[in-house]
Nanobody
């Protein structure tokens, strides 16, 4: 089992930037696919971004449009989600997730481990 703990959420204004962190512990980090999802009130959880480092592959949700970047700090077992030019519609709880699938899948069922989430609120 992989343990995931998110941090870095908060209240920002439209156009601001925010960096979320996900601390990863458990299975060998290099063999995990780590991703970010988000869930706004009354909406389904949706895929934001993911990275499969053993194949140097990343994938982003269509709505990201170059605003978000997923990265990692090898020394600290941290995965980051840098979010720039935030919009009010980005307001949601952001979750970190881990998958052992052999490719990046965006459906929730492919992700076996989840963090508790961190709230991001973007005011207009």
């Amino acid at each position: 089992q992989v343990r995931l703990v998110e941090s870095g959420g908060g209240l920002v204004q439209a156009g601001d930037s925010l960096r979320l962190s996900c601390a990863v512990a458990g299975r060998t980090f290099d063999w995990e696919t780590i991703g970010w999802f988000r869930q706004a009130p009354g909406k389904d959880r949706e895929f934001v971004a993911a990275a499969m480092w053993r194949f140097d592959t990343t994938k982003y949700g269509d709505f990201v449009k170059g605003r978000f970047t997923i990265s990692r700090d090898n020394n600290k077992d941290l995965v980051y989600l840098q979010m720039n030019n935030l919009k009010p519609e980005d307001t949601a709880v952001y979750y970190c997730a881990a998958s052992t699938a052999l490719m990046i899948l965006t459906n929730i069922g492919a992700w076996g481990d989840w963090g508790q989430g961190t709230q991001v609120t973007v005011s207009s």
